[in-house]
């Protein structure tokens, strides 16, 4: 087997996103992420690198 490793975060950008606007997180061994969620929904994977993952928030005011 191979070991790949956790995925670890290190920055979010925006530090607040309105609906509609992209997100994107960095960080590392990123690129293996198969799914991403945000208060239980399932979130849309726009780009993604070993060092990046980027969403666009969707949701805002069916989760609050």
């Known amino acids: 087997f191979t070991f790949v ?7 979010a950008s925006p530090k607040f996103a309105a609906p509609g606007e992209a997100v994107t997180f960095k960080g590392s ?3 293996k ?3 991403l969620t945000l208060g ?5 994977i726009t ?3 070993d ?5 666009v928030e969707r949701h805002a005011a069916d989760r609050w």
């Open 33 to 35: 992420v198969s799914e």
């Open 5 to 11: 490793g956790v995925p670890k975060l290190t920055s």
């Open 51 to 55: 060092k990046a993952i980027g969403f």
């Open 47 to 49: 780009e993604q690198t």
């Open 29 to 31: 061994k990123l690129a």
């Open 40 to 44: 239980g929904k399932k979130l849309a």
